[in-house]
């Protein structure tokens, strides 16, 4: 198994879906590899950022995930 595939199957298997650092790393790899791969994972990519990008200022406490970090995924995502 290539270090890629073990990286997907991890985050659709066994990835619990809240750490931020984790998933600007998914973000990066999303943005690298191929379509087929990236249909694979975006579902879990999504709640992935839903969990972790803290969208309301008001809501945001010290160190975390703003939307400013993930803007280039969207332009990756396939229509």
């Known amino acids: 198994m290539s270090i890629t595939n073990a990286a997907v199957s991890y985050l659709k298997e066994h990835c619990e879906l809240t750490e931020m650092h984790e998933m600007l790393c998914y973000i990066r790899l999303f943005e690298r590899l191929p379509n087929h791969l990236r249909l694979e994972i975006t579902e879990k990519l999504n709640i992935f950022i839903e969990n972790c990008v803290v969208k309301n200022p008001e809501d945001r ?5 703003v939307p400013l970090q993930i803007m280039d995924y969207e332009e990756h995502l396939i229509e």
């Open 61 to 65: 406490n010290g160190y975390c995930a």
